[in-house]
């Protein structure tokens, strides 16, 4: 059985560089990470050498002071790569994150940076603002579909025919590959089990009228192999005879 894995597309550099916000950490009370890409879109502007020298002589040590709270372990890896320590990423999704910084963040304490791209949902933000901590946005990423997306599916599909699973990274993923995945699939799209990343892509495949047959239990290799596997393996009892 094959599965087909809908990472998401490459994103374009955009909007301001958030040095200019990081080199003022006595303005923010810490730092929020949900996107692998907001690190490396801070990664990318420390790379020149004058600012890639304040950041290692005194920016990073006072940004250490405060806390730098990620939604999982892979955003969580990229935060320790730029020199900070990070926090919370066992919470697995913007939700639990959510209640995991209100739980030690007081109301109406110094704004929280929250570097991230231009397709975020509200979801952190709300349950902060519902909960009076506050948080400053700053979009340092836009997501775009890959000029390629469409060859290279109808190129999977010609080569591989129709997959047993189809797994979505993102609701961005959602958005731009499942128009080309319903008509390359016909009839037989009803054969796919689709799977989740987390609840957040769930959600947004749910809006779009997929059936989500699994969502892995955190954002990991493992556990989304156990979903897909069990999936499957649900799918292949209930066959008949």
Known sequence: MKVLLLKDPKDKDS?????????????????????PRALEAIKICLKENSKNEAWSKSLKQRWNTKPAYVVGKATASLVEEIGLIPQGEKSGNAEKLAEYICSREKPDSSALLFPCGALKREVLPTALREKGVPLESLTVYQTTQHTGLQESLSCYFSQQGIPASVVFFSPSGVKFCLQHIQKLSGDFINHIKFAAIGPTTAEAMEAAGIPVSC????????????????????QNCCLPE
């Open 215 to 234: 969502t892995a239990e955190s954002p990991t290799p493992q556990a989304l192999a156990t979903g897909i596997q069990e999936a499957l393996h649900l």
């Open 15 to 35: 909007g301001p560089d958030p040095y200019i916000k990081l080199s003022h950490p006595e303005c923010y009370g810490g730092l929020v990470f949900t996107s």
